[in-house]
């Protein structure tokens, strides 16, 4: 079966650090484009960062501001996203998300979401 | 940055009904553009991409349309399980980007 499992949520201070993981499974990894997406609770959907197949090309969203770093382990078939000087707004479910092996903008494939706090 | 809309923001609508959501890009995208439906508490779930195309497993009874800055995403024949809110996206350019969101439930 085709999947992704997303982990390594949490409650974090402002300012503090957390590290995400996308653990893939059912479909050759190193083949595809991955991204990260992202849901404040009872807004809409965010795309925070994508990667391509063989990290040559990475993209984020501007309001990051080089706080986030999205980086994937082909051989151990994981995605991460790492979070530094987090803040309130970046409290959010995180999403990882295959891109279309035929269209890199479409997000065919979904983890069911981590759930990212940012509280004092 | 392209900014996306959607109309409505949510309608009610009976068993049956054909319901449209429009989506405007605020610059040419060409058909650059998804369509995703997300239930409460679950993933996003691809419905359309570039802008026309059933993704596969997906009911014929969705379909999209448009080029341009202008779409539309159609249910032909609402059920109860569509009950959920949907999102267009565009992939033309960095960074990417989603509409708000239309809700959508049964009268």
């Known amino acids: 079966e085709v999947q992704l499992v997303d982990s390594g949520g949490g409650v974090v201070k402002p300012g503090g650090s957390l590290r995400l993981s996308c653990a893939a499974s059912?479909?050759?990894?190193?083949?595809?484009?991955m991204n990260w997406v992202r849901q404040a609770p009872g807004r809409g959907l965010e795309w925070v960062s994508s990667?391509?197949?063989?990290?040559?090309?990475?993209y984020y969203v501007d309001s990051l501001k080089g706080r986030f770093t999205i980086s994937r382990d082909n051989a151990k078939d994981s995605l991460f996203l790492q979070m530094n000087s987090l803040r309130a707004e970046d409290t959010a479910v995180y999403h990882c998300?295959?891109?279309?092996?035929?269209?890199?903008?479409?997000?065919?494939?979904w983890g069911q979401g981590t759930m990212v706090t940012v509280s004092s | 940055d392209i900014q996306m809309t959607q109309s409505p923001s949510s309608l009610s609508a009976s068993v049956g009904d054909r319901v449209t959501i429009t989506c405007q890009a605020s610059?040419?995208?060409?058909?650059?553009l998804n369509w995703y439906q997300q239930k409460p508490g679950k993933a996003p779930k691809l419905l359309i991409y570039?802008?026309?195309n059933l993704q596969t497993g997906v009911p014929s009874r969705f379909s999209g349309s448009g080029s341009g800055t202008d779409f539309t995403f159609t249910i032909t024949s609402l059920q109860p399980e569509d009950i959920a809110t949907y999102y267009c996206?565009?992939?033309?350019?960095?960074?990417?980007?989603f509409g708000p969101g239309t809700k959508v439930d049964i009268k």
């Open positions: 570039d802008a026309s």
């Open positions: 610059q040419d995208i060409t058909n650059y």
């Open positions: 059912g479909f050759t990894f190193s083949a595809y484009t």
């Open positions: 990667i391509s197949s063989s990290s040559s090309y990475i």
């Open positions: 998300a295959r891109s279309g092996h035929w269209n890199y903008g479409a997000f065919d494939i």
């Open positions: 996206q565009q992939y033309d350019n960095y960074p990417f980007t």
